[in-house]
């Protein structure tokens, strides 16, 4: 594999710095690889496939008690859409931390209203799991 | 005017309220199961502004929607009674966190022989119960939930994680299960509170920052008879509001805890409330004042069918605590109670 060649060892650091500049998110298998390989890239943050948080992100939401599964979608607003309140909103932020391992802090998480807005919070996050 | 104004306006002037009293909180509590005529509900569409009737459109199920019309019918209703105006012709704006604040008739119409700007409110409302706040010269927060609401997760990992460390050790020692999801339930619902009658939003005061406790106290059990027109529970508590060491110490211009008034109780069997607001403007700063003001802090309730009646609401209330004045509980008082749990 081209990509695995050429993240060899000289060029680690550098790799890793590419990576974090231009969000490159190559596919699956390749993306294993060079995780597995630059070290350096995994300790400064990755960022995760996206379609990959997506499922993630709906299959958390579906599991919500309080939630209807066929009500949740990549754009279903909390209040709107699922009819959740505030107190249910912390509850989703926090399985949300707990599936990505993160902390999201009050501030940001008083921001999270939507779908949407848990997919790319996680997929913008550079030490989301 | 519409007929269905003029109908509203004439059955509804009976309905007009004096002003609360400084220290004085009303609490208009709709439920509802009350609401058993689908004319009524027409009637309150009608009161609302085409902008309201769009944003319950946008609520994807009727149970959301029909939440939003009696909320929005439950301000306007409420708020007229103090102006004494119809209620469809209030209008409404919000801060630059967003809390609404109300724009008076007389304010728009430049009319300057009364004008109520003083007047705050904040509401709150769960499936089964609205309530609306109203103070005078006063910002006031409240929030209301169900009593007995399952939480999808664990409590005390919630807890962990939101609130303050000395409000988690403390749930942490309830060992009945039952127990412990109410009080997990009036903790959230006095910190909502906090934070909407602070109307400057989460970010300004993470839940972790302040704490709340509440402590048996015989003194919270008299104060709450004097203030509210409903039963104290034979148990009433202290409730106490410190800030974090980080709270403390940045913006100076913050408002102290114990300048906040907090009450606790049970507008139903079925509900848990927590109603904050600020403490008055002493004359002067020494805590003998302050005493006297929270002598004077009242709150009467209402259940409210908008447009057709109220009653007291006595029946079925408990009030469950309040806050002191700072003399009857000092921070080292606060301390020992805790390690009683």
């Given at each position: 594999m081209q990509a695995a060649r050429r993240a060899s060892t000289p060029l680690r650091a550098l790799h890793g710095a590419l990576l974090q500049r231009l969000r490159v998110q190559p596919t699956g298998a390749a993306w294993g690889v060079l995780r597995a390989m630059s070290g350096e890239a995994h300790a400064q943050g990755t960022y995760l496939d996206r379609s990959q948080v997506v499922d993630r992100v709906l299959s958390v939401l579906k599991s919500n008690a309080k939630v209807d599964p066929a009500k949740v979608s990549e754009t279903a607003s909390f209040q709107q859409d699922l009819g959740l309140d505030s107190l249910d909103e912390v509850e989703v932020v926090m399985a949300i931390e707990e599936e990505f391992a993160l902390e999201i802090p009050d501030a940001e998480a008083d921001k999270i209203k939507s779908t949407r807005d848990v997919i790319e919070y996680v997929a913008s996050h550079p030490r989301a799991k | 005017m519409r007929p269905a104004t003029m109908l509203a306006t004439a059955a509804s002037h009976h309905l007009f309220r004096p002003l609360p009293a400084p220290s004085e909180v009303h609490l208009w509590c709709l439920f509802p199961d009350d609401v058993r005529d689908s004319k009524l509900m027409n009637m309150y569409q009608n009161l609302l502004s085409s902008d309201e009737q769009k944003k319950i459109l946008e609520a994807n199920n009727v149970k959301t929607q029909n939440e939003r019309l009696l909320a929005r019918t439950l301000v306007r209703t409420t708020l007229?009674?103090?102006?004494?105006?119809?209620?469809?012709s209030l209008r409404f704006?919000?801060?630059?966190?967003?809390?609404?604040k109300v724009i008076w008739p007389s304010q728009v119409e430049g009319n300057n022989s009364w004008r109520p700007n003083s007047l705050c409110f904040n509401l709150s409302h769960t499936q089964s119960l609205l309530a609306c706040a109203v103070t005078i010269d006063s910002e006031v927060g409240i929030d209301v939930e169900e009593k007995d609401r399952k939480l999808s997760r664990n409590l005390m990992a919630l807890a962990r994680r939101r609130f303050s460390p000395e409000e988690a050790d403390w749930l942490s020692r309830f060992e009945d299960?039952?127990?412990?999801q109410q009080r997990f339930m009036q903790l959230w619902t006095l910190k909502e509170a906090y934070v909407k009658a602070l109307g400057t939003g989460i970010s300004e005061t993470p839940l972790k920052d302040f704490s709340f406790a509440l402590k048996p106290s015989f003194h919270a059990q008299t104060c709450l008879e004097r203030a509210v027109n409903c039963t104290a529970h034979s148990q009433a508590e202290s409730i106490?509001?410190?800030f974090s060491r980080l709270m403390a110490s940045n913006n100076k211009s913050r408002i102290p805890a114990n300048r906040w008034q907090f009450l606790l109780l049970q507008p139903s069997p079925l509900h848990i409330a927590s109603v904050c607001t600020q403490m008055h403007q002493p004359h002067s700063p020494d805590d003998e004042n302050l005493e006297e003001l929270n002598k004077c802090f009242r709150m009467k309730m209402w259940r409210t069918l908008p447009l057709v009646g109220d009653m007291n609401l006595t029946e079925g209330a408990v009030a469950l605590g309040m806050s002191l004045p700072a003399q009857e509980v000092s921070s080292s008082d606060t301390k020992t109670s805790l390690k009683q749990y």
């Amino acid at each position: 594999m081209q990509a695995a060649r050429r993240a060899s060892t000289p060029l680690r650091a550098l790799h890793g710095a590419l990576l974090q500049r231009l969000r490159v998110q190559p596919t699956g298998a390749a993306w294993g690889v060079l995780r597995a390989m630059s070290g350096e890239a995994h300790a400064q943050g990755t960022y995760l496939d996206r379609s990959q948080v997506v499922d993630r992100v709906l299959s958390v939401l579906k599991s919500n008690a309080k939630v209807d599964p066929a009500k949740v979608s990549e754009t279903a607003s909390f209040q709107q859409d699922l009819g959740l309140d505030s107190l249910d909103e912390v509850e989703v932020v926090m399985a949300i931390e707990e599936e990505f391992a993160l902390e999201i802090p009050d501030a940001e998480a008083d921001k999270i209203k939507s779908t949407r807005d848990v997919i790319e919070y996680v997929a913008s996050h550079p030490r989301a799991k | 005017m519409r007929p269905a104004t003029m109908l509203a306006t004439a059955a509804s002037h009976h309905l007009f309220r004096p002003l609360p009293a400084p220290s004085e909180v009303h609490l208009w509590c709709l439920f509802p199961d009350d609401v058993r005529d689908s004319k009524l509900m027409n009637m309150y569409q009608n009161l609302l502004s085409s902008d309201e009737q769009k944003k319950i459109l946008e609520a994807n199920n009727v149970k959301t929607q029909n939440e939003r019309l009696l909320a929005r019918t439950l301000v306007r209703t409420t708020l007229a009674r103090y102006g004494m105006v119809d209620p469809s012709s209030l209008r409404f704006t919000t801060n630059k966190f967003g809390k609404p604040k109300v724009i008076w008739p007389s304010q728009v119409e430049g009319n300057n022989s009364w004008r109520p700007n003083s007047l705050c409110f904040n509401l709150s409302h769960t499936q089964s119960l609205l309530a609306c706040a109203v103070t005078i010269d006063s910002e006031v927060g409240i929030d209301v939930e169900e009593k007995d609401r399952k939480l999808s997760r664990n409590l005390m990992a919630l807890a962990r994680r939101r609130f303050s460390p000395e409000e988690a050790d403390w749930l942490s020692r309830f060992e009945d299960p039952t127990q412990q999801q109410q009080r997990f339930m009036q903790l959230w619902t006095l910190k909502e509170a906090y934070v909407k009658a602070l109307g400057t939003g989460i970010s300004e005061t993470p839940l972790k920052d302040f704490s709340f406790a509440l402590k048996p106290s015989f003194h919270a059990q008299t104060c709450l008879e004097r203030a509210v027109n409903c039963t104290a529970h034979s148990q009433a508590e202290s409730i106490t509001m410190e800030f974090s060491r980080l709270m403390a110490s940045n913006n100076k211009s913050r408002i102290p805890a114990n300048r906040w008034q907090f009450l606790l109780l049970q507008p139903s069997p079925l509900h848990i409330a927590s109603v904050c607001t600020q403490m008055h403007q002493p004359h002067s700063p020494d805590d003998e004042n302050l005493e006297e003001l929270n002598k004077c802090f009242r709150m009467k309730m209402w259940r409210t069918l908008p447009l057709v009646g109220d009653m007291n609401l006595t029946e079925g209330a408990v009030a469950l605590g309040m806050s002191l004045p700072a003399q009857e509980v000092s921070s080292s008082d606060t301390k020992t109670s805790l390690k009683q749990y």
